[in-house]
T-cell receptor, first 111, second 113 residues
Framework: DAEITQSPRHKITETGRQVTLACHQTWNHNNMFWYRQDLGHGLRLIHY???????NKGEVSDGYSVSRSNTEDLPLTLESAASSQTSVYFC??????????FGPGTRLTVL | DQQVKQNSPSLSVQEGRISILNCDYTNSMFDYFLWYKKYPAEGPTFLISISSIKDKNEDGRFTVFLNKSAKHLSLHIVPSQPGDSAVYFCAALPTSGTYKYIFGTGTRLKVLA
């Protein structure tokens, strides 16, 4: 069965460190998205991609970057982790404008 | 500026009764609306959707109503079950050709046995 996976599921890091969160989907979807979920804010879009070599900024992109070298993967990198980036991160994928399929999430704590 | 709003952060309902979750939006240029359900420690899962050209869509115990003049969306769950206890997010897709959904802040539903 097709799926979308995220790793690690939990991560604790220190301020200033570079962190990369992995997202892998086997749906063969062109569209991939990264969100963060925080209390009182719901799901906010960080970055998204509509295909290989395509990346775009979302509403809360500062301090984050992504790259899309193949259809299956969209890793999210925190260049220099900050305590404000402590959150739960969700990756999602979709085909065209259909519903998005979400991964299980990564809980990131920045100390 | 929050374009999609869920003004009730939480809702408690007795098992067997109706749950009504509400969502308001400020932008008329939305093409498609969806509801997602999220359990703790899991990713959101798609529940039901509605096109902007319709005013109702039903799927089993779940019905979504769209009132375009009021810019209001609601999800009805009848009858509510304890397994429905979760956080519910509404989302809207703009007509601009983008595939980016705009999500509300979520409503935590608790169904009491």
């Amino acid at each position: 069965d097709a799926e979308i996976t995220q790793s690690p599921r939990h991560k604790i890091t220190e301020t200033g460190r570079q962190v990369t969160l992995a997202c892998h989907q086997t749906w063969n979807h062109n569209n991939m998205f990264w969100y963060r979920q925080d209390l009182g804010h719901g799901l906010r879009l960080i970055h998204y991609s509509y295909g290989v070599q395509d990346t775009n900024k979302g509403e809360v992109s500062d301090g984050y970057s992504v790259s899309r070298s193949n259809t299956e993967d969209l890793p999210l990198t925190l260049e220099s982790a900050a305590s404000s980036q402590t959150s739960v991160y969700f990756c999602a994928s979709s085909a065209a404008s259909n519903e998005q399929f979400f991964g299980p999430g990564t809980r990131l704590t920045v100390l | 500026d929050q374009q999609v709003k869920q003004n009730s952060p939480s809702l408690s309902v007795q098992e067997g009764r109706i749950s009504i979750l509400n969502c308001d939006y400020t932008n008329s240029m939305f093409d498609y609306f969806l509801w997602y359900k999220k359990y703790p420690a899991e990713g959101p899962t798609f529940l039901i959707s509605i096109s902007s050209i319709k005013d109702k869509n039903e799927d089993g115990r779940f019905t979504v109503f769209l009132n375009k003049s009021a810019k209001h969306l609601s999800l009805h769950i009848v009858p509510s079950q304890p397994g429905d206890s979760a956080v519910y997010f509404c989302a809207a897709l703009p007509t601009s050709g983008t595939y980016k959904y705009i999500f509300g802040t979520g409503t935590r539903l608790k169904v009491l046995a």
